[in-house]
């Protein structure tokens, strides 16, 4: 058995980092210029809002493809062309001269983009020892808070002095540096003779997710229930059904659905994307009760918002240190109980509620969420074989994206609901209701992420029951004997 090499353990946590970094700048770096690009381009709202749907909808359709593909054919040289992808779809965005171009090259670029956040986690996993890698997953987590952080202040600044062009241009020379960090220190798999990738499950899966993600899109302004939204989500359930019978049937699938018999593995991801749908559903209403409710400019409410991240790139690393010492299970389930009485807590804002005070209501959704993901991404990893890690690792990403989605689809849908109970419908929407109804529409908004999260937390004490049962009953049959 040959000795795994774990002497660039440090250059491959560099090389990942750099494309977490990228990849999270760039999203938040450019929903900032969405007013100016409106401008700029000469282009309505309902199409400028497409440079950010299209990058996420692109990245999270090719998720779980480029995994199994990694898996097959080996992952470096798949991360690395996602560098030089992204590297240059950033080019070409940045010399767009219409709306329909940009949105074009932010499909090239998020194709890059989904090789990097589909395989970083996959090859921190390879290249760290398992007593290390929790620590190893929670300083890239602190590389993702920082690109959180840096995009909203990098782009204000780069607007104000040099343009909208150079919000994309500034990932070409962090492109071109990290490129070469990356060939010289990823490991290079070894390629899986007699391995085929399994199109048609994998065409099945990508309309299945296309219908979804649409449909939660539309739903924002159409509603759930409208004929373009119910005829998307009942094509999701017919190509979800197909996809399942297709994977029963083919060799080599796209996903191995044993792996979902892990019941461990099964919960870590659920309550990760229920995280992400309550992180989603947070980040995106939050800006309104700041600005409309309390009445801070874009500035301030920005700097508000940064707690969140800031307090997650705290917690985070220290939450992987500890998971490598004392397991992940204890951490995920502290973890998960802080989300879900911060959220209880966040119920609580008023149109009286202080900056200081909303540091101290926002400011443990961060801890909470710093303590969760990086013992459950390490014990989703953990959980997967070697040849599974591609796939593995594309599941989490697909998870952050896909709850992503929905938080904002579901809750902001359930937030604008309340409102219009109280205020009555308005035709220029939930925002210019008065600010006491708007908030008690988050409150009962809060309240339901509350209750989601304490819905995940149940699962996972559920697996940590099970998980001690089977630890222990080898153990007993030991002793008797």
């Not at 343009?163 to 490991?187: D, E, K, Q, T, Y």
């Not at 798999?189 to 099945?204: C, H, M, N, T, Y």
């Not at 593995?265 to 309550?278: D, E, K, P």
């Not at 908004?445 to 080898?474: D, H, K, N, Q, Y």
Request: include cysteine; charged fraction near 10%.
């Amino acid at each position: 058995m040959n000795r795994i090499d774990y002497s660039k353990k440090w250059q491959v946590l560099l090389a990942v980092s750099f494309g977490g970094l990228l990849a999270t700048v760039d999203s938040s770096i450019v929903n900032i210029s969405l007013p100016t690009l409106e401008k700029d381009l000469n282009a309505s709202f309902a199409t400028i809002q497409w440079v950010v749907l299209a990058y996420l909808l692109t990245v999270t359709v090719l998720l779980l493809g480029i995994g199994r593909l990694a898996d097959i054919s080996g992952k470096k040289s798949i991360f690395v062309t996602g560098f030089v992808v992204f590297t240059l779809g950033s080019l070409f965005c940045g010399l767009s001269s219409s709306a329909g171009m940009l949105i074009a090259f932010r499909i090239l670029q998020a194709i890059g983009a989904a090789c990097l956040m589909a395989l970083g986690p996959a090859l921190l996993a390879e290249s760290f020892p398992p007593e290390e890698r929790g620590s190893a997953l929670g300083i890239n987590g602190l590389s993702v808070s920082l690109g959180i952080i840096l995009g909203p202040t990098l782009g204000g600044i780069i607007l104000a002095n040099l343009g909208w062009h150079w919000i994309f241009f500034v990932n070409v020379p962090v492109g071109l540096i990290a490129i070469p960090v990356a060939i010289r220190s990823l490991p290079v798999s070894e390629k899986q003779r007699g391995e085929v990738f399994d199109f048609p499950g994998a065409i099945a899966l990508f309309c299945g997710l296309s219908s979804l993600l649409f449909a939660l899109t539309i739903s924002q302004e159409m509603g759930f229930l409208s004929l373009p939204s119910v005829v998307l989500f009942f094509f999701f359930i017919f190509c979800f059904v197909l996809f399942i019978r297709i994977e029963k049937r083919v060799t080599q699938p796209v996903i191995e659905l044993d792996l979902f018999t892990n019941k461990l593995f099964s919960v870590n991801l659920i309550t990760g994307f229920l995280t992400f749908v309550a992180s989603a559903g947070t980040v995106f209403l939050i800006p309104f009760y700041l600005q409309n409710v309390l009445g801070f400019d874009p500035e301030m409410a920005g700097l508000l918002m940064a707690v969140f991240p800031v307090m997650l790139g705290i917690a985070g690393p220290i939450s992987g240190w500890l998971s490598d010492r004392f397991g992940f299970r204890l951490l995920t389930v502290i973890g998960l109980a802080v989300l879900s009485l911060s959220y209880f807590n966040l119920s609580r804002l008023s149109i009286l509620t202080t900056w200081q005070e909303f540091i101290l209501f926002y400011s443990p959704i961060g801890i909470g969420m710093g303590l969760f993901q990086s013992p459950n991404n390490s014990a989703i990893l953990g959980a997967a074989s070697t040849r599974r890690l591609g796939v593995a690792s594309g599941l989490l990403a697909i998870t952050r994206t896909l709850g992503q989605t929905s938080g904002i689809a579901v809750m902001g849908a359930l937030w604008t609901a309340m409102v219009f109970r109280q205020s009555g419908y308005l035709a220029e929407g939930a925002t210019a209701a008065p600010a006491a109804f708007q908030v008690s529409g988050l409150h009962i908004t809060c309240l339901s992420m509350g209750f989601l999260l304490a819905f995940g937390l149940v699962l996972s004490l559920i697996a940590w029951r099970r998980e001690a049962r089977e630890f222990a009953g080898p153990i007993s049959k030991a002793l008797a004997k």
